[in-house]
C-alpha cells in the first residue's frame, strides 16, 4: 500500500510539473509588462501581461486594448468573474487564474475564446469536484491546471 501512495505521489508530482512547464514554456519568450500604465505606452507589442497580486477587483478595461495579448496573470486577485468584452482578447492562449477565490466558477466569457489553450486554476481549495468538472466540459480543448 506504501508502495502505490508513493508512487501514486511522483505521477501527480509529474503531471504537475509538466503542466506548470507548458505555461512556462508557452510564455517564456514574450516581454513581461507588470502594470497597465507600463503596457500603455506601447499596447500593440504587448503580448504577456501580468497583473497578479494587485488586489484587483475587477478587471481594468485597459486590457481588453492590448489585442496582441498572449498570456495573462490575473493570479491572486479579487476578481469575481471577467466581462463580455474578456473575448476581444482573441490571440489569448494562456490565463492564469490562480487563486482568484472571488471567482466561484469559470467565467462562461471564457468558452469564448478561440486561442485559448491554457487556463492555471489551482489554488482554489473552496471549489468542489463539480466545478472543475464544468470547467472542463466549458472548456474541453484547454488544458486545465488545477
Known amino acids: 500500500m506504501k508502495k502505490i501512495a508513493i508512487l501514486s505521489f511522483f505521477i501527480l508530482s509529474g503531471i504537475y510539473a509538466m503542466a506548470q512547464q507548458s ?16 503596457a500603455m505606452k506601447e499596447p500593440l507589442k504587448v503580448q504577456k501581461l501580468d497583473l497578479s497580486m494587485q488586489k484587483l477587483t475587477v478587471l481594468p478595461e485597459e486590457v481588453m486594448q492590448f489585442t496582441n495579448l498572449v498570456c495573462l496573470d490575473l493570479s491572486f486577485n479579487r476578481i469575481p468573474t471577467l466581462p463580455a468584452s474578456f473575448s476581444s482578447l482573441t490571440k489569448l492562449e494562456c490565463l492564469n487564474l ?4 472571488y471567482m466561484g466558477k469559470l467565467p462562461v466569457v471564457l468558452s469564448k475564446m478561440p486561442a485559448l489553450k491554457l487556463v492555471d486554476l489551482r489554488d482554489h481549495p473552496e471549489w468542489p469536484a463539480t466545478t472543475y468538472a464544468e470547467a472542463s466540459k466549458l472548456l474541453p480543448n484547454v488544458t486545465i491546471i488545477k
Open 23 to 38: 505555461y512556462d514554456s508557452l510564455c517564456q519568450s514574450y516581454k513581461t509588462y507588470y502594470s497597465i500604465e507600463e
Open 98 to 101: 490562480t487563486g482568484t477565490r
